[in-house]
């Protein structure tokens, strides 16, 4: 599967922002879906995930309430709706999918097999 992701720019701290990752491929439903970031000189962090139907999602403490990941496996997209945005939320976003990712390893970087190519943006204070 292929990815793209977009939607990075520059936001205002508080401000609200949508990223959306398109897939490739016709069986986008099997996948699970996640959403990470990497922010200048860190390592990548997970942000928020959701199971193969979207009934599931599970999110990083440091994002938990502020943002919200869906899908739509009809359009074979998975957005991330981020609200209150801190400056600590400037990174680079990347979407990955994975078809036969475990749960355990649902907040590793390692257990998924498809990145997009990342897209940036920057939360100004």
């Known amino acids: 599967v292929q990815l793209q992701a977009y939607g990075g720019g520059l936001v205002q701290a508080w401000g609200s922002l949508r990223l959306s990752c398109a897939a490739s491929g016709r069986t986008f439903s099997t996948y699970v879906m996640g959403w990470f970031r990497q922010a200048a000189g860190k390592e990548r962090e997970f942000v928020a995930v959701s199971w193969r139907s979207g009934g599931i999602t599970y999110y990083a403490d440091s994002v938990k309430g502020r943002f919200a990941i869906s899908r739509d496996n009809a359009k074979n997209t998975v957005y991330l709706q981020m609200n209150s945005l801190k400056p600590d939320d400037t990174a680079v976003y990347y979407c990955?999918?994975?078809?036969?990712?475990?749960?355990?390893?649902?907040?590793?970087?390692?257990?998924?097999?498809?990145w997009g190519q990342g897209t940036k943006f920057t939360v100004s204070s």
């Open positions: 990955a999918a994975d078809s036969s990712i475990i749960m355990l390893q649902l907040r590793n970087p390692r257990g998924y097999d498809y």
